[in-house]
């Protein structure tokens, strides 16, 4: 990465280091493995700033993603030969911290074209977050449980993550017209199955409350999207039908 290697802490608390970047060839542009050299210069690199890493036995996960460099380096912002396409790429590490200006610059763009843009209705500046279990006192989480028994029920041992929590992260996923049940949505609203674990413990019990919020199947949940179901159907219906149907 441009930025290099950094050691921080994620939202759970638990420490993250790295990324590294490596240039791939065209034929590899799907290829999201993690490589035994690049995760040896991602710990070397983290010991350089913190010598006192825990030992690499505690490493819970690792993960690799992909991004597209244009040539030269530098961002692609601007109009395109098809008309109202504008692109807004190659923006690398700095991406996030451009986005309000390059949003900006989309904006005159599209205005420049004649495009009649309108403010929605429904907008919203701020948005009320999911009250998590984990940073309350010990007697607003006992008073919030007698209340509301959702929140007594822990799903999530590692990050305290509770029924009621990921309940409401499914309603506001639903909200916005998610048909699909999938386990990353609760996981990245509430930071279930993202613990120590990574989900060994939770995960058939969010895909459970994923089914019965959804009113599908289990196996039709999925982990990420179509395309990615945590079960193939019924297992007795397969096994009397020799595995040929759900």
């Known amino acids: 990465t441009s930025k290099g290697v950094v050691v921080t802490t994620e939202v759970s608390g638990h420490l993250m280091i790295g990324p590294n970047a490596e240039d791939l060839p065209p034929d590899a542009k799907d290829d999201v493995g993690n490589t035994a050299r690049g995760l040896e210069e991602v710990w070397q690199r983290a010991r350089e700033l913190w010598p006192r890493l825990p030992p690499r036995s505690m490493v819970i996960r690792t993960f690799a993603g992909l991004r597209p460099e244009p040539e030269g380096g530098d961002f692609v912002v601007g109009r395109t030969e098809v008309w109202g396409f504008v692109n807004a790429a190659g923006t690398r590490s700095p991406g996030l911290t451009a986005a309000p200006a390059i949003a900006l610059r989309v904006r005159d763009e599209l205005v420049e074209l004649g495009i009649e843009l309108r403010e929605k209705g429904r907008w919203k500046a701020t948005r009320r977050g999911i009250v998590s279990t984990v940073d309350l006192d010990w007697p607003e989480r006992v008073e919030r449980a007698r209340r509301d028994p959702l929140r007594g029920r822990v799903v999530c041992r590692c990050n305290l993550v509770t029924e009621r929590e990921v309940v409401e992260a499914i309603e506001r996923a639903r909200a916005l017209g998610v048909r699909t049940p999938s386990v990353d949505s609760v996981k990245f609203r ?23 919020e959804f009113g599908v199947p289990p196996w039709e949940v999925t982990l990420k999207g179509r395309g990615s179901e945590v079960g193939v159907g019924d297992v007795k219906v397969l096994l009397r039908s020799g595995g040929r149907g759900r």
């Open 190 to 212: 509430t930071g279930a199955a993202a613990g120590t674990c990574q989900g060994s413990f939770c995960r058939v019990r969010l895909v459970e409350i994923l089914a019965r």
